[in-house]
């Protein structure tokens, strides 16, 4: 087995805290809204627009224009179909404004010193650079379904961020906080690691973290991470 | 005009220094090789190799390759004909490890505080983060032709970049130390920088580094530049 050499991340729940990020802008800027069944309609709508995309149904069509398509759905669900075009802009890009985990600037500091690491989301290129800058994600390399023109899980994803570095997949290390990122990496040849987000979808609903064994690395957080893997 | 807020830069000859950088290298494992006339042979191939690409001649095909292409052709003529596969791929691998100019670190450091700063080079994104790596370049992004498939200066790699940020072309700033380069970017309504490398091609062979009144900016280096910008 050659040494494994890059790290690519999954974004949204595994490096920044969507749920929670989400509610506070939305209680600040909306009190009236409740806020986590917002956050969580607003992700729901996540797969599906993907999904088209995937299925051909709709060409390839960046993140930031399907969150806003969800949006604009679920806004009079809400009664918020009266917010303005410049209101619905900028509270799309709150997906631009996601805050790190306490652990990730300092978890990804550490593995930075020993791998090459790098985004891997289904999140467009601006958005992930401007998630990066605003919140001290120091990436090698800010790699999207972007560069590909596909999204997670499709092969061409995993198997283009090896492609990219002239490295196999079994030199790539996917690491995420869901089952079924890890397991279609793992289809593709990569070494995987999944991260333990129980408050992914707030302290409401917690989330089972159970180890799967067919995963390389199993750890609480990015610092265990950095810790079992050496750095 | 909306102010400036990304900054992409060119790196072979205005970010890392590639003469000096193949000289030194070469001089050091082939010492009977004249390793100026070398590392000149070799950039000479760089533009015709694109431009089979930009004419559609060749399909899309990345830098690390047509690197790869150049050296065999030219190994012969300086009696390295008998570079196996190994010692061929090892040297086509030092354009992943130019260094930076002197300046270059320091003055990107100070750039970043204020704006997004890219590449954005006819590098491949594994080369240029691999060199970011090893030199400490801190892009906020690795951009590259290879994200839009078109080598500078494919109008297509100025306006993506602009696209990918979702910004007006004028809010996007060139940084290059080459007229060509520069001319193209303004054509396609970014503003542009011109950085002095009067060394680029070596002290044996002084580049004219007048000032084009056209850009938006004239500097000596990074930190002259970060000076001018406020930073």
Redo the contacts between chains.
């Keep these: 087995m050659p040494p494994i050499s890059i790290l690519v991340f999954d974004i949204f729940g595994t490096v920044v805290d969507w749920h929670g990020s989400i509610v506070r802008e939305v209680q600040a800027a909306y009190p009236q809204v409740d806020a986590d069944a917002f956050a969580l309609a607003w992700r729901e709508g996540y797969q599906p627009a993907m999904q088209r995309v995937r299925s051909g149904e709709r060409g390839w069509t960046r993140l930031?224009e399907l969150h806003r398509g969800i949006l604009d759905e679920i806004l009079p669900r809400f009664g918020l179909g009266h917010l303005d075009e410049a209101e619905r802009a900028h509270l799309n890009r709150v997906w631009h404004r996601l805050n790190p985990w306490p652990d990730s600037v300092a978890g990804l500091a550490r593995l930075k010193t020993r791998f090459?690491i790098?985004s891997l989301s289904n999140g467009?290129?601006?958005l992930?650079?401007?998630m990066?800058?605003r919140g001290g994600l120091p990436w090698?390399?800010?790699?999207s379904a972007?560069?590909f023109h596909a999204y997670k899980p499709d092969p061409r994803v995993y198997l283009g961020a090896a492609r990219?570095?002239?490295v196999s997949p079994a030199e790539v290390m996917m690491v995420a906080a869901h089952q079924d990122d890890l397991a279609a990496a793992r289809d593709c040849g990569l070494a995987t690691a999944y991260i333990e987000r129980p408050m992914e979808f707030g302290a409401a609903h917690l989330k089972d973290v159970s180890p799967d064994p067919a995963n390389t690395h199993h750890a609480r957080d990015l610092i265990d991470l950095a810790d079992r893997l050496g750095c």
Excluded: M, Q, R, Y
């Excluded at 090698?140 to 790699?143: A, F, G, N």
């Design positions: 930031d090459t790098c467009n290129i601006g992930l650079t401007n990066a800058k090698d390399c800010v790699l972007e560069v990219l570095f002239d």
